[in-house]
């Protein structure tokens, strides 16, 4: 379902939660080079926040942090 109409409800069900306990914002990461789930989240609304780190575990792999506000 990467990318569909299901993955679509499950970010949006994600969203709804932590706004109803009072979230402020999603935060997730990506990893670099993952451009289909990158733009996948964009379109859901999500943003680079210009944090990135080393993937645990695959020290040759970077993620970079995406938010989305609630």
């Known amino acids: ?4 109409p299901a993955a679509t409800l499950l970010v949006a069900a994600v969203a709804d939660r932590a706004r109803a306990r009072g979230g402020r914002r999603v935060l997730l990461d990506v990893v670099i080079g993952n451009d ?3 733009r996948f989240y964009e379109r859901c609304g ?4 210009g944090r990135t ?3 645990p575990g695959r020290v040759s792999d970077l993620e970079v ?3 989305l506000a609630l």
């Open 1 to 4: 379902h990467r990318g569909g």
């Open 36 to 38: 289909r789930a990158r």
């Open 46 to 49: 999500f943003v680079p926040t």
């Open 53 to 55: 780190q080393v993937v």
């Open 65 to 67: 942090q995406m938010a």
